[in-house]
């Protein structure tokens, strides 16, 4: 356990008051309560150009434990990457859960497949190499996934946030939970347009736009969360 914990580097986001503060909370209760198959998929994405775009483990325990609070069984996971958040709720739902896995990218899902596998949680994960916005359209026209999901997690590209979010209030069971990602994009939401570095810009404006719909949002109860990069919690109200 140990070992893995020293060779993977901390990724700060930068959100909290200092590195070594971050390093702290993954050192006392995220590292030493990592399931082994997460520390071994973090392991084979760390030499990942974009290892970067892996959940954050700190968010993960969060996850884990909003997915062992609403029960959920059926899923939805849009960005998928190497797997990390995809593992994670795998391992945490019944072994007869599913989970419908989009990524539009099937070489990166393919790195961390090995470790799914040998954690024995594979045939819970439905993969769908595709543009997610269409499949989620496509699971709309079945009149039996509407309202049928316990919770869903959204990673993907940032300026179809509030699609996937109109979509999921259809998919989402009432009480059912959505999570996004990067809610808060590397602190540079609170930064003057001017002062932003050109590589947040993009993402910025995306994420800015996107927490001020869904902060306005009536059908859902919220929580933006400072943990990772920014997590926003959603409950479907109604
Ligand atoms: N949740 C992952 C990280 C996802 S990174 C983890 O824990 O590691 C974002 C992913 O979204 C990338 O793999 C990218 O291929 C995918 N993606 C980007 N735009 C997409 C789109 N329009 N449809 C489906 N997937 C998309
Ligand atoms: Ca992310």
């Known amino acids: 356990m140990e070992n893995n914990t020293k060779t993977t580097a901390i990724v700060s986001k930068g959100l909290l008051q200092s590195e070594e503060l971050y390093r702290y909370v993954l050192e006392t209760s995220v590292y030493p309560r990592e399931p082994e198959p997460l520390k071994e ?4 994405t760390a030499g990942h150009p974009k290892a970067v775009m892996g959940t954050a483990p700190d968010a993960g325990k969060l ?4 997915l062992k609070l609403v029960d959920a069984k059926k899923t939805i996971e849009v960005g998928v990457f190497t797997g990390y958040s995809l593992l994670l709720t795998a391992l945490t739902i019944p072994d007869d859960g599913k989970i419908i896995a989009i990524d539009m990218n099937r070489d990166s899902y393919e790195i961390g497949l090995p470790v799914i596998k040998r954690a024995g ?8 190499e595709a543009e997610a916005l269409p499949v989620l359209d496509q699971l709309l026209k079945d009149k039996e996934n509407k309202g049928s999901f316990d919770y869903a ?10 699609n996937y979010h109109e979509r999921l209030m259809k998919l989402l069971k009432v009480g059912g939970v959505v999570v996004y990602d990067n809610t808060l994009w590397g602190g540079s939401v609170a930064m ?12 910025r404006q995306a994420t800015l736009e996107f927490n001020k719909l869904l902060a306005g949002d009536p059908r859902v109860q919220l929580s933006h969360v400072p943990l ?8 479907r109200i109604y």
Do not use: Y
């Open 153 to 162: 997690f959204v990673d993907a590209d940032k300026v179809n946030f509030w």
């Open 63 to 66: 996850m884990a434990m909003l």
């Open 228 to 235: 990772g990069d920014g997590i926003t919690v959603c409950r």
């Open 121 to 128: 949680v594979d045939h819970k994960i439905d993969f769908r």
């Open 192 to 203: 003057p347009e001017e002062q932003t570095p050109e590589v947040f810009k993009s993402g």
């Open 41 to 44: 998929l973090r392991d084979v």
